[in-house]
């Protein structure tokens, strides 16, 4: 580990896919040569304008960007403290930043002439930008999802069906994220020939990690130029939720050289981190090896994989993306986590003053949000992602508050 | 002469025998496939998330770690192996994090304890072996790595270069237990990477049974049966060791024949 704070937090990973310690391709051979092709490929298309033309054409008049940037001012008033914006990727067609993503990858994925798309989502959010995506560009698709999100997020499923996609409930292990990610890859070494993966978040074997950022970090190269057109500076925190952390990246990548912008990702807490029963890899895990990249895991003394819990599927993975595992050594960024109660009240607190309904994922960063904002002065400004909209998340919510629909 | 060279050098392929540690009564099991012919043991470290494995195996860390396995008990479940045959090479087969978890060199240095000839590690690539290979061969244990169909003449001097004992040339692109791969198409696969190496080539992922393992035989000098063994340990229970005895012989008679 260095010591000595780096001139640029913007240059990494170097060429081997390492974000300092973490990050890498620890990938089965048979999967070698493809994430290597991959990386020449994404390579190629990073230099090619017609190809950054179409990803930005597309986010223009498919995905409805740029997404509005918001001054919530009865939240602020609410909270009495700093003023709080909000970056408003719920508003993208199919209601999360996922799709920005998705985006970017099925544009590499027809440029690699590949016929056939998997994925595997948790929340249903990844899942449905990538059977949207797929329908746009007419390839057939097989989605990986844990058994048990197939049950908590049911109108997710119907929507990926209802793109012409084939869902694949994975009952191994708890049947959730990590389950499907599992089957995804497993999918993808028996189909190398005609298959392009596109993971849903900043992890997985380089290049994902990187192209994943940086196909999300047109959120906050927005926010950055939104912000000094609305207020003629830069906010003073950043808040975003993590899962596996593609859109906290995609929001903080673009501020990381700007010294006075403080950085905050939110992790699940769950039922609390004392316990076992959180989901929160950066505060309660260890650095380890698992779905092809180096980073922090919830694991055993054995190194053994713990399912974790979040009430919100999305960031229901014990793992997370090797860039913020480097952030967080760097001290770059801070990191806390958020209980799923407090992210209930969250929740509920955005519905009641800024008539937003949040996906539970960003509830949690709205409850840092609460808590950092009350200990600001008035004149400061937070920025936080509202990544996803919570149509999605009202049958949980309703179960967990005890209402009958 | 190691004792993974010595199964190597005779005049026959060898037969290559694998179960999943801590599933069912791993000893009793392992000394089955030994009295029904095996030439070397190849033992699964149970891992939550096997990414390579098909159903089979994957059920099979599920069984194991249901039942408590730790990575001490298959530390001691290969300590003991070798106790009862000094001679038989014993191979641990598993994923990168567990071998990791307390560091390479810890690692490497229980599994010398332990009596361990070679190791396989799934998801580690030459690109990222700077520490674990090391630390294998630093202790004296032969890091094997796997070889596949989409490894190209390019990357094959790559993944040759730091394997010891023998090298694991997967024969299907896919996970274990699948189909197994066209005969012609092992055969030119076999005979180009033996033009980049002299170690012994062995072949494994979808040989289930006797007359496979015959026919891949002819052109390997190693043949890995996993699943087929695994299923039977699934299916018996306690009475699988004369089972897994009449498989292993049946395989082992295949392949002793095939040339
Ligand atoms: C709305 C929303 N936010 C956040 C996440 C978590 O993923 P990430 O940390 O990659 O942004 C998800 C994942 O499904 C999601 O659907």
Same mark, same amino acid.
């Given at each position: ?405 | ?26 000893? !009793?099991?392992?000394? @089955? +496939?030994? %009295?029904? *012919?095996?030439?070397? #043991?190849? =033992?699964?470290? $149970?891992? /939550? &998330? ?80 700077? !520490?674990?290979?090391? @630390? +294998?061969? %630093?202790? *004296?244990?032969?890091? #094997?790595? =796997?070889?596949? $169909?989409? /490894? &190209? ?80 340990? !699934?299916?018996?229970? @306690? ?21």
């Amino acid at each position: 580990m260095t010591e000595s704070k780096p001139n640029t937090f913007r240059n990494q990973p170097d060429d081997r896919g390492h974000f300092g310690d973490y990050g890498g391709r620890y990938v089965a051979e048979t999967l070698m040569p493809l994430v290597l092709d991959l990386e020449r490929e994404y390579r190629a298309a990073q230099a090619d304008p017609a190809f950054q033309a179409q990803f930005d054409d597309l986010l223009e008049h498919y995905v409805g960007r740029p997404s509005p940037l918001y001054f919530a001012e009865r939240l602020t008033e609410a909270l009495g403290g700093a003023q709080v914006w909000f970056k408003r990727d719920e508003l993208n067609h199919t209601g999360a930043h996922k799709i920005n993503n998705c985006i970017g990858q099925i544009l590499l994925a027809m440029r690699m002439g590949k016929t056939r798309i998997i994925a595997e989502t948790g929340a249903g959010q990844h899942g449905v930008a990538t059977a949207t995506v797929c329908a746009r560009f007419g390839l057939p698709c097989v989605i990986y999802m844990g058994a048990e999100d197939v049950r908590r997020q049911s109108p997710n499923v119907f929507r990926m069906k209802l793109l012409g996609a084939e869902v694949v409930p994975v009952t191994s292990g708890r049947g959730t994220l990590k389950d499907a990610m599992n089957e995804g890859l497993r999918d993808w070494v028996a189909n190398v020939h005609d298959t392009f993966y596109i993971i849903g978040t900043a992890a997985g074997p380089h290049p994902y990690p990187e192209l994943v950022r940086d196909f999300q970090s047109v959120i906050g190269k927005e926010a950055r130029a939104q912000m000094q057109d609305r207020i003629g500076r830069l906010p003073d925190l950043l808040v975003a939720a993590i899962g596996g952390g593609s859109n906290a990246l995609g929001l903080f990548h673009p501020f990381l050289d700007d010294p006075d912008v403080k950085m905050l990702g939110v992790e699940a807490a769950g039922y609390g981190l004392d316990g076992d029963q959180h989901a929160a890899s950066l505060l309660g895990g260890f650095p380890g090896v698992l779905h092809g990249n180096k980073t922090y895991l919830l694991q055993d003394e054995d190194g053994q994989i713990t399912e974790g819990h979040s009430i919100s599927a999305g960031l229901d993975y014990p793992g997370i993306g090797p860039e913020h595992a480097w952030l967080k050594d760097m001290g770059r960024v801070e990191y806390t986590a958020v209980t799923d109660d407090e992210a209930l009240d969250a929740f509920q607190l955005l519905c009641r003053t800024e008539g937003i309904i949040p996906a539970l994922e960003p509830s949690h960063a709205i409850a840092a949000v609460a808590k950092r904002a009350k200990e600001m002065p008035k004149d400061s400004v937070i920025l936080a992602n509202l990544c996803g909209r919570g149509d999605k998340d009202i049958f949980t919510v309703a179960e967990r508050l005890g209402v009958e629909m | 002469m190691t004792r993974l060279s010595a199964a190597f050098s005779k005049s026959r392929t060898a037969l290559v025998c694998f179960l999943t540690a801590g599933d069912g009564d791993t000893a !009793a099991n392992l000394d @089955a +496939l030994v %009295e029904g *012919g095996a030439d070397v #043991i190849e =033992l699964g470290m $149970p891992f /939550t &998330d096997p990414m390579a494995d098909g159903p089979a195996i994957q059920k099979a860390n599920i069984r194991s770690l249901g039942a408590g396995t730790t990575t001490a008990d298959v530390l001691r479940i290969a300590t003991e192996f070798r106790g009862r045959h000094p001679d038989v090479p014993l191979v641990l087969m598993g994923y990168a994090n567990p071998m990791i978890r307390r560091g390479p060199e810890w690692f490497a240095s229980a599994a010398k304890d332990a009596g361990v000839d070679g190791v396989i590690c799934v998801d580690i690539p030459p690109e990222e072996d700077d !520490a674990l290979g090391p @630390a +294998l061969r %630093e202790a *004296g244990i032969a890091p #094997i790595r =796997l070889a596949t $169909p989409t /490894t &190209d003449d390019k990357r094959l001097p790559a993944v040759v270069d730091g394997s010891e004992g023998f090298l694991y040339y997967v024969a299907v692109a896919g996970i274990t237990g699948m189909q197994q791969a066209a005969i012609e198409s092992i055969e030119a696969n076999v005979s180009r990477i033996k033009r980049s190496t002299d170690i012994p080539v062995a072949v494994g992922f979808g040989v289930r049974t006797p007359e496979q393992a015959g026919e891949i035989a002819r052109v390997a000098d190693g043949v890995v049966v996993g699943s087929a063994l695994v299923e039977l340990v !699934a299916e018996h229970g @306690a009475n699988a060791p004369a089972k897994l005895r009449e498989l292993t012989s049946a395989l082992s008679q295949a392949v002793r024949t095939a040339r």
